[in-house]
């Protein structure tokens, strides 16, 4: 008997990689994409929504909802920066999209978290792809929220490797989440930096007549340019690709478990500690007592870029 796909949320900040996550997971069978939520990150929340819209118009996809997220951080901080950097400033590569027709769901991006856990109890998994505020946010709304979600899959921490948001920090963690005693597994940027979209997939989306592959083929072309100027390579990094396809294919990472820490300020605002759960100390510390989470250690990098090539080119 088949299996009925998994129920998904994305929360997502689009974003070039986000753009490339929807599309996988709109092409996945295993899954079924419940709604989108923005959040702020990429871009403002604001336009992380109308290209939510926009992406979802282009899949011919206007079924899924929209939720709008958080404009501030938890701590009621205006958000101050954006990568507009990394992804253009409209977010998609500067490519003059118009806007999108469709509007978002009157919900709050937390409160259809809420909801759709508290209707689905352990079946929905959000995939978390940008700052985690509307996670935070439903867990501190409804104490049942951490057991009625089945599973939150997110990209966020670094792990041992300098971050991108700073030095020490990827831009992504929130210790809410980390150690809010729901299932959850984090893919950081230690993973994600192996799993690299060459200048030849490149080229290959370029000259496929899909749908999809000819979107992204335009809007890659800023990001790779990002790519080459910080990282001196002729490649991408799948962060959001590889964090959805381990939702939808836990056996694509190898992970750790333990307690996940993210410093909340000093120099080193947004690192990532991982206090693996058999080490034992001689005191107690900010580790000691709390929920353990799954944290990826390794990943099938090769099998990860032929199914976003498969799916993508398909
Ligand atoms: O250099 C960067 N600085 C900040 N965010 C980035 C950068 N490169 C990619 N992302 C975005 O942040 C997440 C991974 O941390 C990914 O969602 C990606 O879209």
């Excluded at 701590?75 to 509007?103: C, I, S, W, Y």
Aim: with cysteine.
């Amino acid at each position: 008997m088949a299996t009925e796909p998994k129920k998904i949320i994305i929360d997502t900040d689009p974003g070039i990689d986000d753009a490339m996550a929807i599309f996988l997971a709109l092409r996945s069978p295993e899954v079924e994409v419940i709604g989108l939520t923005t959040i702020y990150g990429n871009v403002y929340t604001t336009l992380a929504t109308r290209n939510a819209l926009h992406l979802l118009e282009v899949a011919g996809r206007t079924d899924i909802p929209v939720a709008e997220g958080s404009h501030v951080t938890l701590n009621k901080e205006p958000k101050l920066g954006v990568t507009d950097f990394v992804h253009g400033a409209d977010g998609l590569g500067n490519q003059n999209f118009p806007p999108p027709n469709g509007k978002p769901i009157e919900e709050s991006a937390a409160d259809f978290l809420v909801n759709q856990a508290k209707v689905n109890p352990g079946k929905v998994t959000v995939v978390a792809l940008g700052p985690l505020t509307n996670i935070a946010l439903a867990i501190q709304m409804d104490p049942e929220f951490v057991k009625n979600i089945g599973q939150i899959v997110l990209l966020g921490g670094s792990f041992a490797v300098n971050g991108n948001a700073n030095p020490a920090a990827e831009a992504n963690a929130a210790d809410v989440v980390f150690i809010s005693g729901a299932n959850v597994l984090a893919v950081g940027i230690n993973v994600t930096h192996q799993v690299v979209l060459s200048g030849s997939d490149r080229e290959k989306l370029a000259s496929s007549k899909g749908k999809f592959a000819q979107y992204l083929t335009g809007i890659l072309e800023v990001y790779f340019a990002y790519h080459f100027d910080a990282y001196n390579t002729n490649g991408a990094y799948l962060h959001d690709p590889t964090a959805l396809l381990a939702a939808v294919d836990p056996s694509l990472v190898t992970c750790t478990e333990g307690t996940v820490r993210v410093q909340t300020s000093g120099i080193t605002r947004g690192l990532t500690i991982l206090c693996n759960k058999h080490k034992s100390f001689g005191e107690i510390t900010e580790w000691s007592n709390k929920p353990s989470v799954k944290v990826a250690v390794t990943v099938d990098a090769p099998r990860v870029v032929k199914l976003v090539m498969d799916r993508l080119l398909s």
